[in-house]
């Protein structure tokens, strides 16, 4: 199974702060590569697919990138909505697999 | 819009069997894949398999194979996941999930609230 690493686990920070979530895979994921948010209680919601294309009603704040087996999350002016868990995800074959997790905290 | 309206909670025993039910609508049924999710309390989230609505074939991650069974039911536009041989580490909150793309299994685009699963004797 392919692995998906994620840091930190947690992050603190304010609002209106630039926050980046790291994602590492084992080995390549292609482009097959997702990220989700999840807010306490609720079910998981797709913020961006392969890499980079933002989803409809995601903020434009929310970007993603790559360097090879690496993907960043970026969040660009952090809102207080934002304060939830953060979830990468590789759909480059089964089984599909998910990072551990990203809690951002309010500082 | 799209909306998927899965079953409510259940508490089972041990060794016990588990149906949930996901019900979509606002889309052509048969257009796009179904994924099933589970988290674990406090825990993170675990892709379990997907099912074609269209064709009804599936494909289930090896650590559940034997266990679990995805199947659908196209005149009412609804697919399940049972689990089987239920073990205390099988409480957790179960996830429909249907796919954004109609072509090439991509992400989770749109999920259903969730079913809390609690295994206990």
């Known amino acids: 199974d392919i692995q998906m690493t994620q840091s930190p686990t947690s992050l603190s920070a304010s609002v209106g702060d630039r926050v980046t979530i790291a994602c590492r895979a084992n080995?390549?994921?292609?482009?097959?590569l997702n990220w989700y948010q999840q807010k306490s209680g609720k079910a998981p919601r797709l913020l961006i697919s392969e890499v980079s294309t933002l989803q409809n009603g995601v903020p434009s704040r929310f970007s993603g990138s790559a360097s090879g087996s690496d993907f960043s999350l970026i969040i660009t002016g952090l809102q207080l909505d934002d304060f939830a868990t953060y979830f990468c995800?590789?759909?480059?074959?089964?089984?599909?697999?998910f990072g551990q997790g990203t809690r951002v905290e309010i500082k | 819009q799209v909306q998927l309206v899965q079953s409510g909670a259940e508490v089972k025993k041990p060794g016990a069997s588990v149906k949930v039910s996901c019900k979509a609508s606002g889309y052509t049924f048969t257009g796009y894949y179904f994924h099933w999710v589970r988290q674990a309390p406090g825990q993170g989230l675990e892709w379990m398999g997907w099912i074609d609505p269209n064709l009804g074939g599936t494909r289930v991650a090896q650590k559940f194979q034997g266990r679990v069974t995805l199947t659908r039911a196209t005149s009412i536009n609804t697919v399940y996941m049972e689990l089987s041989g239920l073990r205390s580490d099988d409480s957790a909150v179960y996830f429909c999930a249907r796919d954004i793309d109609s072509v090439v299994v991509t992400a989770l685009g749109h999920w259903g609230q969730g079913t809390l699963i609690t295994v206990t004797s």
């Open positions: 995800q590789q759909s480059y074959g089964p089984p599909w697999t």
């Open positions: 080995q390549t994921v292609s482009t097959f």
